[in-house]
């Protein structure tokens, strides 16, 4: 899962647009926007409809923060080069 928090108001621009959804998240102070990264049913397969783009800041500054929860141990691997 992706967790994406807006930190401040943005004047005009900055969104979160997912294309194959049709869809933008404008930023707002306190709002927070989370999706799937991969598919329910296969959840080593990355799940198109969850690309995203941010948008351009017209006026204002943006400011966010991400988290990501993983299903299993993704360390190990990395620790150890494999990823």
């Not at 998240?25 to 306190?30: A, L, R, S």
């Not at 049913?41 to 969850?50: A, C, F, G, I, N």
Request: hydrophobic share 35%.
């Amino acid at each position: 899962m992706t967790v994406f928090m807006y930190l401040n108001d943005v004047e005009d621009g900055g969104g979160t647009h997912f294309g194959r959804l049709n869809l933008t998240v404008q930023p707002k102070k306190g709002k927070v926007v989370i999706w799937p990264s991969v598919l329910d049913e296969d959840p080593v397969e990355w799940d198109e409809r969850t690309h995203h783009e941010a948008l351009a800041v017209n006026s204002g500054i943006k400011y966010g923060a991400n988290a990501w929860i993983h299903l299993r141990d993704f360390k190990t691997m990395s620790d150890k080069g494999c990823v």
